[in-house]
Nanobody
Framework: QVQLVESGGGLVQPGGSLRLSCAAS????????MGWYRQAPGKERELVAV???????NYADSVKGRFAISRDNAKNTMYLQMNSLKPDDTAVYYC?????????WGQGTQVTVSS
């Protein structure tokens, strides 16, 4: 069973930056597609970015050019570098691991963008 632990959230001013990390246990991290999702109050959870096991990224239109997803398979860790943050980016950010017939979520980390 895989456990995912997010870290790096916090309060930041508009225009600022944060770097989220997702540490995974187990041996299937390197062969899994990983993703970041977020859920704002009163809204459904939405995809932010995904990265394949081979390192190919994909982004939601709302974060293209501002966010960068990456992974370090040797450390079983995924990252999300968030720049030029906006108040609309405020949400709980969740890490996801996706394999055929298996899906795991982290507990989430709060990101608040406010002056």
């Amino acid at each position: 069973q895989v456990q995912l632990v997010e870290s790096g959230g916090g309060l930041v001013q508009p225009g600022g930056s944060l770097r989220l990390s997702c540490a995974a246990s187990g041996s299937i991290f390197s062969i899994s597609t990983m993703g970041w999702y977020r859920q704002a109050p009163g809204k459904e959870r939405e995809l932010v970015a995904v990265i394949t096991s081979g390192g190919n990224p994909n982004y939601a239109d709302s974060v293209k050019g501002r966010f960068a997803i990456s992974r370090d398979n040797a450390k079983n860790t995924m990252y999300l570098q968030m720049n030029s943050l906006k108040p609309d980016d405020t949400a709980v950010y969740y890490c996801n691991l996706n394999r055929p017939a298996y899906n795991a979520w982290g507990q989430g980390t709060q990101v608040t963008v406010s002056s």
